[in-house]
């Protein structure tokens, strides 16, 4: 499949009129026409129905032109941005990303970064530590923000801040007379995240168990921690986040305290060793003026 295929299917779908989109494409109808057969025969279903001289697009259709605007903006977007740092007119900086994180120091951080530097074209990637590592390694981030620690001597990592663990819990269950303690949590049915891939979040969850002599009991493990508090509003359990989680305010999920020694998550900052680019000494000095070890 080639863009302009993709291209075309959305002139054909905004148009709903072979001619006037083969006009707008600067082309003629019978192409364009076999150009949408083919098309839909890549893909593998029907994309339009053929309603008298006219067209209508098929739920398929639909679904397939509002994904792939979606697609086509974002691939504009990237190309304008290349296109700027091309010609020397910004200089991209990469940062790579667990969830949890944009609850704390990474929004802020990215203001300072794009609020009076128009130099820098700032790029976020969602990813769990050990994608992060890779992504640093080969140039394609330049600073990370996750919750595990690695011995590479590639990478340098810093502990920014420690956050306490919270419990998030259904706001239909009533709320625990005192914090939970290490050995109620293991009680509870536990929701682990993320599930895949591994080593993450949920092994330092583990782990923290296993310090105390604990065996939690998983219930159910899920790939997000978006996912994981709708499973916990559903009321299949409860899931242990940082407390500066506790900003993504759900009606339907309670944030609730522990008192367990050590239920503590890290936020580490990672970057290349030896890396001397301005923007990244910006960025990590800004990053420790904040941190809160």
Known sequence: MELRHLRYFQTVAQELNV?????????A?????????QFEEEVGVALFDRVGR??????????LLEQSLQLTQRLEETLEGTRRIGRNEKRWFGIGFVPSVLYGVLPELIRELRGDDSEVEVGLTEMITVQ???????????LAFGRLTFNDTAIVQQVVMAETLVAAMPVTAPP????????????????????????SYADHVLSLFRAQGLQPRVVQEANELQTALGLVAAGLGI????????????????????????????????????????????????VRSQARP
């Open 19 to 27: 001619t006037r989109a083969a006009e707008k494409l600067h082309m």
């Open 29 to 37: 109808q019978p192409p364009l026409s076999r150009q949408i057969r």
């Open 54 to 63: 006219g067209l209508k697009l098929t739920e398929a259709g639909r679904f």
């Open 132 to 142: 992060q590592l890779e992504a640093l390694k080969s140039g394609r981030i330049d």
């Open 176 to 199: 625990p007379a005192a914090p939970f303690d290490a050995a109620n949590l293991a009680r509870q049915p536990l929701i682990l995240y993320p599930a895949r891939p591994r080593p």
């Open 239 to 286: 899931t242990l986040v940082p407390a500066s989680v506790q900003r993504l305010h759900r009606d339907d999920v309670r944030y609730v305290p522990i008192d367990a020694p050590g239920f503590l998550s890290p936020v580490i900052m990672s970057y290349r060793a030896g890396d001397t680019s301005p923007h990244l000494a910006r960025a990590i000095a800004w």
